[in-house]
């Protein structure tokens, strides 16, 4: 039995190793994409186009259309100069394809990349990037769409940053695989098969990258919530979650800072200030909005604190709280 055969049966042993650790890594990562977030502008639905994309990789190398280069284009709306990643969207092409699923790419002036994984029938997913040059290891993006069933299509897409690396394969929780080939410079972009959607969705998914001759070189876990996302009502809350409101035009600006709290007993809450200076409000049931002053508003680079406090003074929760612009300047 070689290596390849032997890691389905061991799925579920290998998931319970690794889950809970992805699913911390998971719910920072959509704490930040909740504050960080560059939202696509198009509404439109992009259709992939005729025998191109059904060919698969015949539309390897070809450029970006008009609205996968506006979501490279806004990805340094707002930004202050030093912290503009320039992606060269003129030079933006596929880089890997299935028959449904194109990922385009784009350099940045700096080292490292912006990707867009678009698929059919879906609205534009927005442009994912990374300032490391030199990252080694898997990385994963699974976009979803409203509302996730059992049955609801599943794409992975991702970069294998390995020497060596010639495919990605997808371990299925019921005991069945998948192999696809890296295209262009590591990425790669898989459909899950229908026969394995509902386990998928059920129990999630490890993604093995291997080289040549099939020995292992990185893996990722992909746990059940990252596929199938749990309601706003079942998933897990932080004591305090929050939203910060800036401008279009400078994302180092925040206008307001409002949330909600699920932590009982909060009779008053500050905003402290990276100088060390703070402001005190109260909530309104269970939810705040703090409307920052204008002397104040470019205050928030780097990040301040937002403490609940009781009636007595004791700290009961407390999270950062930054500008836009900070979190993205840490990608």
């Known amino acids: 039995m070689n290596a390849r055969d032997s890691l ?12 809970p650790a992805a699913r911390r890594l998971a719910a920072r990562r959509r704490a930040r994409r909740r504050t960080a977030r560059i939202a696509a502008a198009a509404a439109a639905a992009l259709a992939l186009g005729g025998t191109a994309a059904v060919a698969g990789f015949d539309i390897l190398g070809s450029p970006a259309p008009p609205v996968v280069r506006h979501d490279l284009e806004r990805v340094d709306r707002g930004m202050p100069r030093d912290l503009r990643l320039n992606p060269d969207v003129e030079s933006a092409r596929a880089v890997a394809a299935t028959g449904d699923s194109v990922v385009y790419y ?15 029938g879906a609205p534009p997913r927005g442009a994912v990037c990374s300032t490391d040059a030199d990252a080694e290891g898997l990385s994963v993006t699974v976009p979803f769409t409203d509302p996730v069933t059992d049955d609801s299509p599943v794409t992975v897409s991702g ?3 390995k020497p060596g690396a010639a495919g990605v394969e997808l ?19 898989a459909d899950v098969a229908s026969q394995h959607l509902a386990a998928v969705h059920r129990r999630g998914l490890l993604l093995v990258a291997r080289g040549e001759d099939g020995e292992r070189l990185a893996q990722a876990v992909i746990p059940t919530d990252a596929i199938t996302p749990p309601t706003e009502a079942e998933r897990p809350h932080d004591p305090i979650e929050l939203d910060t409101v800036s401008t279009g035009s400078d994302l180092t600006l925040v206008l307001r800072v409002r ?25 309104r049931g269970d939810r705040f909005d703090y409307p920052v002053p204008k002397d104040r508003q470019g205050d928030l680079m ?14 009961l929760a407390e999270r950062p709280v930054a500008a836009v612009a900070y979190w993205h300047s840490r990608r």
């Open 259 to 283: 949330g909600a709290l699920y932590v009982q007993g909060v009779d008053h809450l500050t905003l402290r200030y990276p100088d060390g200076k703070a402001a005190t409000f109260e909530p």
């Open 159 to 161: 970069r294998v940053a």
């Open 8 to 19: 389905a049966p061991n799925l579920d042993a290998i998931l319970a190793d690794l889950m």
């Open 171 to 189: 371990v299925y929780p019921d005991g069945g695989t998948d192999f696809v080939s890296l295209g262009e410079r590591g990425f790669y972009v």
């Open 106 to 120: 784009a350099q940045l002036a700096g080292g490292g990349y912006c990707a867009e994984l678009v698929t059919r």
């Open 302 to 315: 780097p990040p301040g604190t937002i403490t609940a406090y009781d009636a007595h003074g004791t700290v």
